[in-house]
């Protein structure tokens, strides 16, 4: 199995050193995994940063691939919080960078911490959700410079409503984000943290996962993205199947931002 989504000590709100990732993927069984640590630009609307130094990092990631390269496979990542006002800052952060793979995000709308809940004081659900995916769509449409979109549905975890993100309330906007990642040669992961968040699904949803399928959508990463050492590989083969139920074949990879594709059967 692979684990395309995991946060170490580089992130703030990470637990996990890279060794604990590393031991505890190789006993349950990972063939590979990537590291994909934080950075947001102004993740708050007021101009703080999470954003960490790329040399360390790049070179703690090399040591660890060098000292456990006879027992899995470790690769080089990032995910980047994307938001419209600061497309530049996070091209000249990626760009030319030694990177196999980068999960692009959505964190933040409208210049406002997710996880803080402020988005919601002042707007309902419906205007909510609405301006996530136009940002997420102006992202998509404005920067290239990513592998996979990243738990894609997030917002539904957030706003503490009854009923969370029906898909066919946003069904048209989401056959338009589809049409235009696929078109541009990118993906979406299957994260399974929605799970542990007692959401009783995934991001995106299984759905989500089939109307992708669907329409010819073929790159798709699994992540569990592991904050902490217990959460490291949390319902990856369960995920794998439920792809291949909706009909996948194949689970990507990534090597020096190009896709590989592995077969589903031969993981699980």
Known sequence: MFDYHMHTQFSPDASLSMRDAIEQSISIGTKELCFTDHLDFDFDGKGHD??????????????????????????????????????????????GKDFDFIIGSIHSVNKEDLYSGNLFDSITQKEAYTKYFEELLFVIDNYEHFSVFGHLDMIKRYGNYDVILPLEDYREITITIFEKLIAKGKGIELNTSGIRYNLGDYHPSLDVLKLYHEMGGEIITIGSDAH?????????????????????????????????????DSLL
């Open 228 to 264: 902490s050492k217990k959460q490291v590989g949390f319902e990856l083969k369960n995920a794998a199947r439920h792809l291949r139920d909706i009909g996948f074949k194949y689970i990507t990879s990534f090597d020096k931002m190009k896709p590989k594709f592995n077969n589903i």
């Open 50 to 95: 999470i954003v960490f130094n790329y040399d360390y990092y790049i070179n703690t990631i090399n040591k660890h691939i060098d000292l456990y390269k006879d027992k899995i496979t470790i690769k080089k990542g990032i995910e980047v919080g994307l938001q419209p006002h600061i497309l530049q800052q996070c091209k000249d952060f990626v760009v």
